[in-house]
């Protein structure tokens, strides 16, 4: 059985009035239900950027390729990015690269807290199959593979037909 252990860190200081009012504003903008998405994504980003700084002392080619490479499936860095590139990230360019917020721009849903009702509720599949989860990221090669899911309960479908 597997060990389930946090996937985030809250923050050390948490009555921080300039931190609370960013975190509102992110989470009106990505239409996240709850703090805990932000600091998900800090986390990832914070293992990003810890492994380009240990890469860079190293100077190990290999290990930095492999980082920028998986980065750049991602679709956080462009061909031909570099550590310091890593070390500019945000966690604003990781909740762009969420479904929901991919769904919300390319006209899926008319806006992301739509468009993560439509995840949640599974009218949403990548590459014909159902995904549930509007925090799930998605790659380069998935993106275009985004749409409607096209099995419907039989519910759905006498709706329509009326």
Known sequence: MRK???TYSKPKRPWDKARIEEEEKIMKKYGLRRKREIWRAAALLRS???RARNLAALKNEEEEKKLLER???LGL???GATLNDVLSLTVEDILERRLQTI???????NTVKQARQYIVHGHI???GRRVKFPSFLVTRELEDKIEYYKFQPKELKVENNE
């Open 4 to 6: 389930i252990r946090k």
């Open 48 to 50: 990003f950027r810890q």
């Open 71 to 73: 980065l750049y499936r």
């Open 77 to 79: 860095l462009e061909k």
């Open 103 to 109: 769904v919300a721009k390319k006209g899926l849903a």
């Open 125 to 127: 599949g990548i590459e």
